[in-house]
T-cell receptor, first 114, second 116 residues
Framework: AQSVTQLDSHVSVSEGTPVLLRCNYS??????LFWYVQHPNKGLQLLLK??????LVKGINGFEAEFKKSETSFHLTKPSAHMSDAAEYFC????????????FGSGTQLTVLP | GAGVSQSPSNKVTEKGKDVELRCDPI?????LYWYRQRLGQGLEFLIY????????KSGLPSDRFSAERTGESVSTLTIQRTQQEDSAVYLC??????????????FGDGTRLSIL
């Protein structure tokens, strides 16, 4: 069994300030973890993924996430927010090596203020 | 384009009608997924196809929902006798399949279904 909890449904930051989107997971197996971003009326775009390599994962658009097994967390960060980062972000967990269904978090809406 | 293509992008229909949604996966992707996303919510898994294996239908909410896939190409999701609670965005995704690490799923832009 697996689950994922996104701790904040909404996050608001000012442009140029750091972004932190929190995600905690639960899995009976060795997990693979992903962050996806969804802009309005668009599908989901992969930001980054963790499988079994380095625990600090760098993704597109300056985002990165750190896998912390002891804390069962996979928080998404970015040093400096841009207006174009405003979107909904989903943390996703699945069983490593299994291509079957993903388990999605409920999403975090990121607002970037000018 | 090289991405996942879904059609139609928007569909408005009357309650009780049947609808058919189409997904063209990325060429070479053997795995295909359908999800439902209700307004303001995360994604609900509906069905998964992998090659010639029997599909995983465990997420289909009722027998009004069905899906087919022709080989490793196009898939159609059919909803019969639509109800208002079927209103949602239906997303399709495809991926490669690896025996070790998970390959990411690539999503289409979705079909926005509205039942009047």
């Amino acid at each position: 069994a697996q689950s994922v909890t996104q701790l904040d449904s909404h996050v608001s930051v000012s442009e140029g300030t750091p972004v932190l989107l929190r995600c905690n997971y639960s899995s009976s197996y060795s997990p693979s973890l992903f962050w996806y971003v969804q802009h309005p009326n668009k599908g989901l775009q992969l930001l980054l993924k963790y499988t079994s390599a380095a625990t600090l994962v760098k993704g597109i658009n300056g985002f990165e996430a750190e896998f912390k097994k002891s804390e069962t967390s996979f928080h998404l960060t970015k040093p400096s927010a841009h207006m174009s980062d405003a979107a909904e972000y989903f943390c996703v967990v699945t069983r490593r090596g299994s291509a079957r269904q993903l388990t999605f978090g409920s999403g975090t809406q990121l607002t970037v203020l000018p | 384009g090289a991405g996942v293509s879904q059609s139609p992008s928007n569909k408005v229909t009357e309650k009780g009608k049947d609808v058919e949604l189409r997904c063209d996966p990325i060429s070479g992707h053997t795995a295909l997924y359908w999800y439902r996303q209700r307004l303001g919510q995360g994604l609900e898994f509906l069905i998964y196809f992998q090659g010639n294996s029997a599909p995983d239908k465990s997420g289909l909410p009722s027998d009004r929902f069905s899906a087919e896939r022709t080989g490793e190409s196009v898939s159609t999701l059919t909803i019969q006798r639509t109800q208002q609670e079927d209103s949602a965005v239906y997303l399709c995704a495809s991926s490669l399949v690896s025996g070790r690490d998970n390959q990411p799923q690539h999503f289409g832009d979705g079909t926005r279904l509205s039942i009047l």
